[in-house]
């Protein structure tokens, strides 16, 4: 007799293992996990050293004071923000508790891999809606909903893809679905655009009851490491997480320092600036150096080298390594001919730049071109 055996859908999960690569030792440029470029806000960091608040005592299940500095530093109504333990545990929750087998969930062709996982796990189908030139199609996803259809997960701007649809297509998206279809707006990358993007994403939560919006403290916020994401959704749906989400998940570290994160303002625009400067200078590098790019809208880049006269991707990637620096491969999504990089600090983009501009130029001497 067999031991004990997880469900079928479980036993065939492709699981998303996020893996940051690794170096042999010294210290590591990483580039590889769109973390934010600048760390994590002095005012966080001071407040950490100076209280370590009071660990025996169990954190409140909600945090309304981190519920408050969310709304009152995005214009939201406090009641509609649910915390969890990262933006990943939210996309987990919703599977959970709207899908079930025989159901279909749809997804773009190049979404993040955590959302095919979740709708596998809950037993229900993962339906794909092909992207055009790595975008998102409004039309495709459209045309793939049939009876069966019970959630539509649009990552925007979508990682790994960096690309965004703008928020006039969001609503079309959302007119054309039934009302009885949940739409996920995965927004981790909000932050990386004009306040008015997740504003009018808000606004549309708000007035419809089958909408919610993900979104996390650990890109531009810099508190990847203390897991800390919320949603914006209407009450029905804030009460069916809430029943099913663990009820400390945010422990009391990441909410005190989630409410310090995110009034820090000047931190925030200080990184977008920060992010904005790297992002053009370092499209122009790979341009120049005969790699292709796909326009982004976050902090990191997609980086093509198919036509690319030199070194492969993978080959790029295992130099770069072999100097400690970490890109992340893309070989899960199908894009083996492309690499990942987010921005990091100046002193990290200029010795990328330069390990770089020595390998691809050592390949050309030693007539290893293709
Ligand atoms: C599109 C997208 N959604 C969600 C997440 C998960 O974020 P969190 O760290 O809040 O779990 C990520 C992290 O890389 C992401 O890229």
Known sequence: MKGPQPRDAIKSLLSYRPSFGKVEQGSVIRLSANEGALGTSPKVLAHLKADQGTPSRYPEVQDRRLCEAIASRYT??????????????????IAMAYLEAGDEAIHTQYAFLVIPQVIQIAGATPVVAQDKDFICDVDA??????????VVFLVNPNNPTSTIIPMDEVQRLHAGLRRDILLVLDWAYAEYQPDSFSDEAARMVEAHDNIIMTRTFSKLHGLAAFRLGWAYCAPDILTTLGSIRGPFSVNQ?????????????EFQEKSLRHSQKWMDEMCRFFTSAGLSVVPSATNFILIGFDGHNGPTASETARYLASKNILF???????LDQYLRMSIGTDEEMQIVKQTLSDFFAGAQKSGTLK
């Open 141 to 150: 996803i459209l045309a793939a909903v049939t009876a069966r259809t019970k």
């Open 328 to 334: 992340r491969e893309m070989a899960p999504y199908g």
């Open 253 to 265: 570290i990441a909410a005190d320092a989630g409410i310090i994160a995110v009034g820090d303002v």
């Open 76 to 93: 939201l109504e406090p009641g509609q923000i649910l915390t969890a333990n990262g933006s990943d545990e939210l996309l987990s929750l």
